[in-house]
């Protein structure tokens, strides 16, 4: 108060010391500012005008603008992928701190265009349509962060889906320039097709220190258990069709085989079992006589006769998924979509998400030198198995497989439940689908104990009014041998519990009181979804219960002889 | 006017800057901040560094060009079938896996079953390493002929590697190497307990394994091969054969907690391996409810290392008692001690306390097919200091789920070293199995891998278990099987009065009559006509134990199992079916019956006479689930099964105890229209064979018997009778659905 008192009398002695000069420059500065300000505006309230605009990149970038950044010859490359690593000894785990929410931070790496020295780009395809994909769903998640000192997890924003289009030394030096890259530390590579020609590796070839690699097509020999995530391989086909889910039952056909490269000795053997069974097996190859133009992804051919792929797969109860060159196949995708159980023959294959997902449940794993027998194997199973797994194989894909996000967000979720084991996703979870997870009923108490008598039982009696039936009631009670303790709950509000015992009017029988309960009832199922409450015909009573037999042999001699 | 001009300038001026800047600021990033925050609906503070991903939205090229897999390099890669042989030659010792190591056309022939090697004169055996073989001779899996194997078992004591422990078995290599099947260790199963020595206890064994495989305990993640070695709980040189003590919990209690949270007492390494953890832990105790115990006392020089704490931490530690603190803790805490596995992870599980491991990089026993999340808090040896305030964090209902958990796992898989070894023999035939091998939740939930048997079905909904949780009902309706052991001579004889009482349930699907009798098959036209088709199955052999031989034809999950004297009318036999639809995996039933500990004579007994309780239902009359049958043939040893036979008696009782091991709960009697025993025919075979003062005592020793084999005495008394409601009640018998049962 009195300083603003003392700087306001200060004041006019200012005023006439400024010139024209200042007044001048007061509005230009003005009017810059409130030009500034209408074009602010404009941008915040004119909002087609920013999605569509070409010169404004800074909210929809283009790739072409990111940063280029030139690699050294001589700029370091990571050491191979640590075999031992697991998330005691190659994850930081302080990064992820305790916090109640058990959630990891994501942070995702700006993007940037790495070159060699002659300006090569390390990748022929930049930044792919499906890496764009997951990155924006994980920015979209509640697992990012724009903070990268608060991040636990780092997703680079260099594209290392597919391995055929990279330059692996090149992209090697450009991981270890990540400013936070510390030998790979906390980081996660995606990667669905691993390995290149002729020998095909199950993990990615880049040298990538200690990174986490959540790849497709992982063998029992690459895969870090705890550690990597086997993902599956992304089928485009998930956006492009739709397939409506069709009801579990029995299909026109009982094998199906749809790939198109598969090796010349398990096609022999393919074509043997055709023979024998005829008409329950289809074996699909691609089509070598159509037309120019016409989408041979979506076609599949028998003998010249023309199916669309993947409808067809709706046609089949069982669908077989083999190797090819990799182990991780795209057609695993379309088969769960079409709700087609796969018959998986990869040996040594991870499954996608196995970590967390019953495979069993949703598919058939045959050993590949077992492929003769196949017919014979999937003969045995009963058909409401068969019924089970088509649902649990379409559950699968609806909710692990069919876009990048869905793919993207389940591993950030396995990697958050080992972090947080406590909080982990359970078993159910995971697992069970909606329908399932309706229906199904969990006791919290599902051990089978049989407590014993000695602690007793609590009886617990509400009363509002009449206090004479409460005092007979108190009265039997209190005779039972195991009563430990008995609670009376007085639930009138107007009256204080009597002393002593009074008379007060028995009980008389009132007609809204049943109406009022039936209106319970019925509020209550509302509030539940459904009727809880199950009819049962049956009723307990001691063994002996009303039978012919002398009254004091009977543990129970007062129930039933009112 | 002139000065409130420019102070209005001024103020103007200020003004828009504050706006430009609390909207856009600085043109730059951060209008793209500000609309990607809106985008996700909002969200924090906007006070942000480095920039956000941005979405891209270019037209971009698909990751995988599609055409890739129809180039002729791409389909003409090496045969598979090469592959599959390069594997097998290149993935060996400790990249070994069950597709490179594990030959499995020895499985082929004869399933799965195990051989252990004669056990050879001058061998000293530990006292463990006698019950694992023990356990493995007494399985189903047994084996005495090595042609026969698919997996084999050395009789050389492998379970203590430790070169200072007095158990220690020298000169093994050269043991192991001259074993003329040994074969590299190929289809080898090498058990081991301890690894290593001070002062760094590694991994190593001592002698070559070459391909076998390892059930260890204390097994590290980066030493583990998956899918192939199994790691094993450790367990005391005391730990019971077979049956083994039950889980300490008795009753829920709700609020779960206890009088601590968290305990451990312990020992002190002050230095070398596994030290750092135990010797952190004074920091987080408090005397309070997190009490961490450590002593220094062990060993013969602890004098010389000892720290400052020593005498402090030695003080504190006398002053509780652990098994106090065992009962009484919600968590229990299992730092890993030199090996990553302590004896700790065990007791806890027992005592109900949940287990907070502390021992990173243990590869916990039996992980490839237990969800430890369920029964365990796994934390991690670096954060200890958040320890106390994670398990805090835990909510009560989840605590309850947890204790439950230890229960059933520890009575599943731990109890005894029978059940240790069962379940690393099942994890390995799982994986032979592959295709028919148990789901996750058949393992990790009641009654466990053990007692479920995938061969049955690999269908969850056929077995006894699953319903409630998988939101399903068994099948509405009951297969009748009836045993006949007397020939057809009369059409008024029981079995016939039966079959058509039976035939008129309106649940019932068929009846299976079991012919059991010396004379052969009646004609056809003897059969009364019914309803349901009737089918007449000779039995195997004429035996016992052909009555619950689980016959192809019986296509419900319920079976009504009859004796051909059982009287039994109608509305009874409707009646009994509802109450099974509640209780669809114990045994629903007629004539109860009861056990109990003769003290004179140190012996179970059992008695057939009108009691309170009872704890079996004889199979004369009594709906069970058909999956029993499976279990009753396939899991049951055949010395049993043959008992059973010779003596044609015990039968009903076995399948009692089966019953009643697997569910640890009692059968159910329900209310019976006239007194079952009375009723019966005088001059059936089955009516003398009561009257035989033989056939009681035979009843007693297969009791004893059978409680030997199983370990334990698994049959549990019940005092309750199921009745139709109204039972007896005085309403007019008019609103009673089954009156029948009331009439006499």
Redo the contacts between chains.
């Keep these: 108060m009195c300083a603003s008192v003392k700087y306001s009398s200060r004041?006019?002695a200012l005023?006439p010391r400024?010139k024209t000069k200042h007044?001048i420059y007061?509005?230009t500065?003005?009017s810059v500012?409130?030009l500034?300000?209408i074009a602010?505006?404009m941008?915040?309230f004119w909002p087609h005008s920013?999605e569509s605009s070409p010169e404004w990149t800074?909210?929809?970038?283009?790739?072409h603008d990111a940063p280029l950044v030139k690699l050294p010859v001589s700029s370091p490359i990571p050491e191979r992928g640590d075999l031992?690593c697991?998330m005691?000894?190659c994850f930081d785990?302080?990064r992820c701190g305790?916090n109640?929410k058990n959630r990891i931070k994501v942070y995702?790496y700006?993007?940037q265009r790495f070159v060699d020295e002659v300006g090569v780009p390390i990748s022929s395809?930049?930044?792919?349509?499906?890496?764009?994909d997951l990155?924006?769903a994980?920015?979209?998640s509640d697992f990012?962060t724009?903070?990268?000192?608060r991040a636990c997890l780092f997703v680079p924003?260099i594209?290392v889906?597919?391995q055929?289009?990279l330059r692996i030394r090149e992209t090697a030096q450009a991981l270890a320039m990540l400013p936070r890259w510390d030998k790979g530390m906390n980081h996660l590579l995606f990667n669905?097709?691993p390995g290149g020609?002729?020998?095909?590796n199950t993990a990615l070839d880049v040298p990538r220190d200690r990174a986490l690699l959540a790849g497709g097509g992982f063998s029992?020999?690459t895969y870090r258990?705890?550690y990597d995530v086997s993902i599956p391989v992304?089928s485009?086909l998930s956006a492009e069709v739709d397939l409506p889910e069709k009801q579990p039952g029995p299909r026109r056909y009982f094998i199906l085989s749809s790939q198109?490269?598969i090796?010349r000795?398990?096609r022999t053997e393919l074509e043997r079992l055709k023979e024998e069974n005829g008409e329950a097996l289809l074996l699909l190859d691609?089509c070598s006589n159509l037309s120019q133009g016409m989408a041979?992804?979506r076609k599949r051919c028998y003998k010249g006769q023309v199916y669309d792929y993947p409808q067809i797969l709706q046609e089949s109860s069982f669908c077989v998924v083999l190797?090819?060159?990799r182990l991780g196949q795209?057609t695993l995708s379309d088969v769960l979509q079409a709700g087609c159980v796969p018959v998986i023959m990869a040996?040594?294959y991870i499954l996608p998400f196995s970590e967390v997902l019953?495979w069993?449940?949703a598919s058939?794993?045959?050993?590949?030198?077992k492929l003769p027998e196949m017919y014979t194997?999937l003969k045995s199973?009963?058909h409401?198995?068969v019924e089970?797994m088509q649902r649990q194989a379409r559950w699968f894909w609806e909710a692990y497989f069919r876009s990048m996000k869905a793919i993207g967000l389940t591993t950030l979720q396995i990697i958050n439940?080992r972090i947080y084991?406590?909080a982990?996703r359970?078993?159910?979870e995971w697992?069970n689908p909606p329908?399932?997870k309706?229906?199904?009923?969990?006791?919290?108490?599902?051990?089978?104990?049989?407590?014993?008598r000695s602690?007793g039982f609590t009886a617990v009696v509400l009363t509002y009014d009449r206090v004479e039936s409460l005092f007979r009631v108190i009265t039997e009670i209190s005779k039972v041998p195991s009563l430990a303790k008995l609670l009376v709950v007085w639930n009138n509000q107007n009256k204080s519990p009597p002393e002593e015992c009074t008379a007060i009017d028995g009980l008389s029988l009132d007609q809204t009181h049943m109406v009022e309960r039936s209106e319970c009832i019925n509020k209550f199922a509302s509030v539940f979804g459904t009727m809880p409450l199950k009819v049962?015909?049956?009723?307990?009573?001691?063994?002996?219960?009303?039978?012919d037999?002398p009254e004091k042999?009977?543990?129970?001699p007062n129930i039933?002889s009112l | 006017m002139q000065a409130k001009k420019r102070y209005l300038i001024s103020l103007l001026t200020g003004a828009s800057l504050v706006l430009l800047l609390y909207f856009g600021g600085v043109p730059g990033p951060a209008p793209a901040t500000s609309r990607h925050e809106r985008a996700r609906g909002g969200g924090g503070g906007g006070r942000r560094s480095g920039q956000p991903w941005p979405h891209a939205s270019e037209p971009f090229q698909p990751f995988s060009p599609g055409d890739e897999t129809d180039t002729e390099e791409y389909n003409a890669h090496v045969s598979p079938r090469q592959k599959r042989e390069v594997h097998a030659s290149v993935y060996r010792g400790k990249r070994c896996r069950m597709d490179s190591c594990f030959d499995f056309s020895l499985c082929r022939r004869n399933g799965f079953k195990v051989y252990v090697y004669p056990q050879q004169k001058g061998e000293k055996i530990s006292e463990s390493y006698q019950s694992i073989l023990a356990a493995i001779e007494g399985s189903r899996f047994y084996t005495s002929d090595p042609s026969q194997a698919c997996l084999f078992v050395l009789s050389l004591d492998t379970l203590d590697r430790d070169q200072l422990s007095p158990h220690y078995v020298h000169n093994l290599k050269s043991k192991v190497q001259s074993l003329p099947l040994w074969n590299d260790g190929r289809n080898h199963l090498v058990f081991n307990l301890y690894s290593g020595t001070w002062p760094d206890y590694t991994e190593d064994l001592g002698f070559d394994i070459g391909q076998a495989m390892l059930a260890k305990a204390s097994v590290s993640t980066e030493n583990f091969r998956p899918g192939f070695d199994v790691s094993i709980p450790l367990f005391p040189k005391e730990h019971p054969r077979s049956g083994g003590e039950r889980g300490h919990l008795r009753a829920n209690s709700i609020p779960p907690f206890r009088k601590y949270m968290l305990v451990f007492k312990g020992k002190r390494y002050l230095t070398g391996i596994g030290s750092d953890t135990r010797n952190a832990l004074y920091h987080v105790h408090n005397a309070e409810d997190v009490v961490l115990l450590t002593t220094c006392k062990h060993g013969k020089d602890w004098q010389k290392h000892k720290d400052a704490r020593c005498d402090k931490d030695n003080a504190e530690y006398d002053k509780y008692d652990y098994r106090e603190m065992l009962h009484n803790s919600t968590f229990c805490l299992v730092p890993r001690g030199r090996r990553l596995g302590s004896f700790r992870f065990l007791e806890a599980l027992q005592a109900a306390c949940v287990p907070v491991m502390l021992s990173n990089g243990w590869e916990l026993p039996f992980s490839e097919v237990i969800d430890w999340n369920t029964g365990a808090v796994i934390g991690d040896e670096r954060l200890l200091l958040q320890i106390p305030s994670t398990v805090r964090s835990i909510h009560q209902d989840k605590i309850l789920a947890l204790r439950q958990q230890t229960q059933f796992l520890w009575e599943a898989y731990f109890s005894s070293v029978e059940k240790i070894v069962l379940t690393t023999l099942e994890i390995i035939q799982d994986r032979v199995l592959q295709h028919t091998a148990r789901s996750s939740l058949m393992w990790n939930s009641h009654p466990g891998g053990l007692f479920t048997l995938p061969q049955y079905s690999s269908y969850l909904g056929d077995f006894p278990f699953y319903y409630a949780g998988l939101g399903i009902k068994p099948y509405p309706k009951f297969t009748a099987v009836i045993h006949a052991v007397t020939p057809l001579v009369s059409q008024s004889q029981p079995i016939l009065k039966l079959l058509v009482a039976v035939a008129k349930s309106q649940y019932c699907a068929q009846i299976i009559v079991l012919w059991n009798c010396d004379k052969p098959l009646p004609a056809k036209h003897r059969w009364p006509a019914t309803s349901v088709p009737v089918i007449v199955i000779e039995g195997e052999n004429k035996v016992m134990s052909s009555r619950f031989q689980p016959y192809e034809s019986i296509i419900t999950d319920a079976v009504l199992s009859l004796d051909e004297d059982t009287v039994l009318s109608t509305t009874e036999v409707d009646f009994a079916f509802t109450v099974w639809q509640s209780f669809p995996e114990r045994i629903v039933g007629y004539p109860a019956r009861s056990h109990f500990w003769d003290s004179n004579k140190e012996r179970w007994g059992y008695t057939s006479k009108w009691t309170n309780d009872y704890s079996m239902v004889l199979t004369g009359a009594a709906i069970y689930h058909r999956y029993y049958h499976y279990l009753y043939t396939h899991f049951l040893p055949s010395s049993l099964k043959n008992m059973v036979d010779q003596l044609a008696n015990c039968e009903d009782i076995l399948m009692n105890f089966l019953v009643s091991a697997v569910t640890k709960l009692p059968p159910i009697k329900v209310t019976q229209k006239k007194q079952y025993k009375e009723t019966m025919m005088g001059q059936s075979s089955r009516a003398s064979r009561w009257a035989d003062p033989d056939h009681f005592a035979q009843r007693q020793t297969c009791m004893n018997k059978f409680a030997s084999w199983f370990g334990g005495m698994p049959l549990v008394h019940s005092q309750m009778r199921l009745d139709p409601v109204l039972f007896k009640d005085q309403v007019s018998i008019l609103r009673k659905k089954y009156r029948e049962i009331e009439r006499l």
């Design positions: 004041g006019p005023i400024m007044r007061y509005i500065l003005f500012v409130l500034g300000l602010t505006g941008f915040q920013i800074l909210d929809r970038r283009s790739v031992s697991r005691h000894t785990v302080y305790y109640p995702i700006p993007l395809t930049g930044l792919s349509r499906e890496y764009n990155l924006s994980i920015s979209d990012y724009d903070d990268v000192t924003s594209d889906l597919n055929n289009s669905m097709l020609p002729p020998d095909y029992t020999w258990q705890g992304y485009p198109t490269a090796h000795e398990y691609k041979s992804a190797r090819g060159a795209a040996d040594s019953d069993k449940r058939v794993v045959i050993p590949e030198e194997i199973i009963p409401r198995q089970e439940d084991p406590y982990a359970t078993y159910e697992n329908v399932v309706w229906s199904s009923v969990s006791n919290p108490l599902f051990l089978p104990l049989i407590p014993p602690p049962v015909e049956h009723r307990a009573d001691p063994v002996l219960y009303k039978d037999f042999l009977k543990s129970f039933g």
